[in-house]
């Protein structure tokens, strides 16, 4: 077709359009910023990897401490107020953080995405929910119910599966919605059924127990590797668009 034509151009014009969208796109890193962020607040927890003691008749409890929910799993926290400081901190430091990482893109391939109002709704959606934690825990009037399956289920980590899905819709990425709904569904059964607990509709009839995920660190783990595997996985399929667009933008019309 000749690149003259109306038809070439327009060929052309969406060739350069994919060849933009596929250098803009960056959502690898925030991925990876949040699924470290998880890792880390495995720290708030007094007993992380062994939340059980076990007494001499051979039963088994709870070792002691609160459980204030701000921490973002049912296990036991250091204390509340340091799990508040921890997200109002690090939520927005991650933001800033992944706001640095797009304004350098920008720099180096002279594109971007409209990140900026990601940043800007995201950010407060930690104190967002830390709010509902505390509606939760001191049914406040008028407050929605927020327990599923008879257990509470608002965390600060579902703080981070809302902001990723804003970042889905700002990238136009599948890949980072599946990710994130995999992690806020995870959260949800986590914090709504118990820890290491697994549902009735997941394995009928009664459902049923992983030994390994009664503590809070296994389960960070988790949900954290599920953010990590997600950033490869949308790293890769961004690399194979952009080389995609290229040679398309590179071959004759």
């Given at each position: 077709?000749?690149p ?5 151009m ?5 060739r350069?359009r994919?060849?933009t ?5 960056g959502?690898?890193?925030p991925l ?34 609160s459980?204030?929910g ?13 799990s ?18 797009y304004r ?13 109002p ?8 930690f ?5 509902a ?23 600060p980590?579902?703080?981070i599966?809302?902001g990723?899905?804003i ?5 136009r990425s599948p ?6 709904l ?6 949800i ?6 820890l290491?607990?697994?549902p ?16 809070p660190?296994p389960?960070?783990?988790?949900l954290?590797?599920?953010l990590?595997?997600g950033?490869?996985a949308v790293?890769?399929?961004a690399?194979?668009?952009l080389?995609s667009?290229m040679a ?6």
């Amino acid at each position: 077709m000749d690149p003259q034509s109306p038809g070439g151009m327009l060929d052309e014009v969406a060739r350069l359009r994919r060849l933009t969208r596929a250098q803009a796109r960056g959502a690898a890193v925030p991925l990876a910023i949040f699924g470290l962020l998880t890792l880390v607040s495995i720290l708030l927890y007094s007993h992380p990897f062994q939340a059980m003691q076990l007494h001499p008749d051979g039963s088994g409890s709870s070792k002691p401490g609160s459980m204030s929910g701000y921490a973002g799993l049912n296990g036991v926290d250091r204390s509340a107020t340091l799990s508040i400081a921890f997200w109002v901190i690090t939520g927005p430091l991650s933001y800033l953080a992944c706001a640095w990482w797009y304004r350098r893109r920008a720099a180096r391939v002279g594109l971007t995405m409209r990140w900026r109002p990601w940043v800007y709704v995201g950010t407060p959606l930690f104190a967002v929910f830390l709010f509902a934690v505390f509606a939760q825990g001191h049914s406040l009037p008028n407050s929605p119910p927020f327990d599923f399956a008879g257990g509470p289920v608002v965390s600060p980590l579902l703080a981070i599966a809302a902001g990723l899905l804003i970042l889905a819709r700002v990238e136009r990425s599948p890949g980072v919605a599946v990710t994130a709904l995999a992690y806020g569904g995870l959260c949800i059964i986590m914090n709504g059924y118990g820890l290491g607990q697994i549902p009735p509709w997941i394995m009928p009839p009664y459902g049923g127990m992983i030994d390994g995920l009664i503590n809070p660190a296994p389960n960070l783990i988790l949900l954290a590797f599920v953010l990590l595997i997600g950033a490869l996985a949308v790293h890769l399929r961004a690399r194979a668009r952009l080389r995609s667009a290229m040679a398309a933008a590179q071959s004759p019309a």
